[in-house]
């Protein structure tokens, strides 16, 4: 009955090993003692979903892309990031300073065993994914999707006036509408104005160095952060796709998935 007993546990913890990856609802405690929610989906060749201001991962499963790279044979990873979902969400200027939302991305990649990653990026999830793909030489290929350049600008007057309303400012009427959008959610504000206030920019200097494949893909009818075509020539050898869609609907196309699924297979 012993040897029955060990045999039956040994059986058990194989299947826990082999399904650690399958489950849903870990969380990776980075550097800072900042806990990080996160999922892991496949057992392909990994691929990193960044989300964008106000929303989560699950905001991944909304969309074209989550299901089309699970169907596709990848590994697919999705995380709050910190100040959002089910992550911690800090206080603290020092919790959002120095790149402390693409060091999450790189330490759960580490924490993951991950050799190699795509990471994919959209709208405010497309300026970490900037730095990360600076940061990390185990980031392979990149897509960036909604951003223009204008997030290179330190003092981009978008960062800066919604970051202010975050504040209080009621003048800044150019983000009335993420303003809206904010007041209708249960967000916790505060760390939505720290995100804004310590939002990383990467220099014109640092993308000139990038040597990994990058691809820019926007909406057709996507005005939001700056000229796409302008992030095209900082870049080398980036290449720049359009979908269908403004900025809000663009990433959850069908045209967005097939897109990144072919610069994926390249």
Known sequence: MKRIWLLIMAGIMVCFAAGAHQ???????????????????????????????TNNSQSWKKGSLYPALLKAGYQVI?????????????????????????KDIMGLATALGLKQYAIVGYSRGSIITSRV??????????????????????????????YRALMGDTTLHDVDEMMAWIHKNNFDNISLMLQQKHQPST???????????VLLIDGNLD???????????????????ETPGDHNSAGNTEQFANTILAFLRQ
């Open 78 to 102: 999705i995380l709050d990031q910190r100040g959002n979902g089910r992550s911690d969400k800090p206080h603290t200027d020092a919790a959002y300073r120095y790149d402390a939302e693409a």
């Open 133 to 162: 793909m600076v940061l990390d030489k185990r980031v392979r290929k990149a897509v960036m999707g909604g951003m223009g350049a204008a997030y290179t600008n330190p003092q981009w007057p978008r960062r800066v006036h919604a």
């Open 223 to 241: 005005q939001t952060n700056g000229d796409v075509h302008e992030l095209q020539r900082l870049i080398p050898g980036s290449v720049y796709t």
């Open 203 to 213: 220099s014109p200097a640092e993308l000139a160095r990038v040597k990994i494949p």
């Open 23 to 53: 489950s849903e609802g870990s969380y990776f405690t980075d550097a800072d003692g900042v806990k990080i929610y996160y999922e892991v989906q496949g057992e392909g060749s990994p691929v990193i979903l960044v989300h964008g201001f």
